[in-house]
C-alpha cells in the first residue's frame, strides 16, 4: 500500500475536493463516531466543511469552537471515510493537521494535556515506571534470565515493544510471545527495555508535533548506537510512526527497515525457520485493527500466518478488512472521550458476535486490550489474543503470564 505523502496535495484545497455526497455517512462500514453521534461534524462530510473554514481563516479562537473541537477529537482516526470517499482525499493525515491548528489555537482537549504531562514526567502513556517496561512482568518469561541479557546489547533487529505492549496485563502477553517466537526462529536480536521510550504516536495523533519529536529520535539514537538495521513491532500504531509518520510529520526519516510484526511471522514461515506442533483446536475471527489495515493495508499477512497455524479454523468477522469496524479505541478517543469510545465498541462487539468464533485474533495491543475489556462487559464469552500469543501457542510455546491472564 502506498501511504500518501502530504507534500503530494495541496492541503489548502482539500477542503473544497469534498462533494458533500454524505456517502460517508451512510456506507457499509464507514464511519463509526457518525453512526454513534448522528451529527455532521462527526464524520468525513463534516469535518471537511470544518477544514473549509479553518482553511479560510474564518474561524477564530473566540467564536466558541467547543463543539467544533469535540468533533475534530471525537474520531478514532479509523480511516473509515478515507476508504469509502470516491475523493482522493487523505482525511486522517488532514484531522491530525486539524488538531494542530486547534492546538495552536488554545483549543486542545483538557485530557490532552494530561496525557502530553504523563508522557513527559514517565516517557510512556501508561504513567508507568520504565523500569516496569520488562521488570514488571519478566518474571512471567520462562527464561528471564536470557530476556534480561538480550535487553541493551548491539544487534542487526531490534524488537520494538511499545507502551501498551509493555505495560498491558493483555497485551503484555504478545510481548512475551514474540520473545519466545524470536528465540524459537534463532533470531538474534535486541530491544531497549527501560531506554525505550513512548514513539510518539499519542502526540502526532494529536497534533502536538513537536512533542513528539523528541521522543522519535530518543529511539533512533539508541537503536543507532547498537547497530540496529531493522526495527520489528507487534504495534500498527508503533509501525505507522516509524515506517510513515516520522516521515510525514517530523520530516524524519528512521535509516532502518521497519517490519509489522504479521509481517516478520510471515517471512519466518516462508523461511520454514517454525516448526509447529501443537494443534490449537479453536475457530479464530480475526480484527483489522485500523492502524494495521486500512491505515497500512496489512490484511493479507495476518490471514496467511493464522491458515499455518495447526487446529485453526478460521472465520470471517460480517465487517471484515476494509471494511472492518473499528473498536473505538484509536485517535486517542479512550483518553478523550471514554465513554465515547465504549460506545462505539459496542457495534464491534454486535460484529463479533455474530460469528461462531471462540477467538477473536487481532494484532494490535490497544485493539486487544479494549476488546478484552469491552467483550465480558457486554456478556460475550469470547477470548481476545493478539497474532503473536496464537503462534507461540502453535508452537509449542508456554509461559506462566498467559494462564494469569486468561483463568
Ligand atoms: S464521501 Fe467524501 S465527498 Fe462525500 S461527503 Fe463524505 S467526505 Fe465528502
Ligand atoms: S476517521 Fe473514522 S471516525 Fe474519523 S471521521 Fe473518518 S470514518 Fe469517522
Redesign the pocket.
Known sequence: MEFPSLKKYNLQDMPYM????????VGNGACPTYKVKRRDSF???GK?IIARSLAQGSLKASDGLEGLRDAIFGCTLCGG?EE????D?PFVQVYQLMRSDFLKMGLWPEQLEMTKKTLLDSQNIQGQSQMDRVEGWSYWHPDEDTLLDTMGQEAKTAFFFGCASSFRGVSIQATIATTLIMDKASESYTFLGEDEVCCGAPMIMTGDFETARQFAEHNIEKYKELGVERVITNCPGCYKMWAHEYHTFLDIDPPFEILYGPEYFEELIDNNRLEFNNPLDITVTFHDGCDAGRNAGFYEQPRKVLEHLPGVTFEELPHNKSNCFCCGSGGVLRAIDADFANQISKLKVEDIEQTSASVVAASCPSCVDFMQDQLPQAGSSKTVKDLAVLVAQALGLEWDGLDEIYE
Do not use: D, R
Request: glycine fraction near 6%; hydrophobic fraction near 35%.
Open positions: 469534498c462533494a458533500q455526497c454524505s456517502f460517508c455517512q464524520s468525513g462530510k471537511m471515510c469509502i470517499c470516491q475523493v482525499i
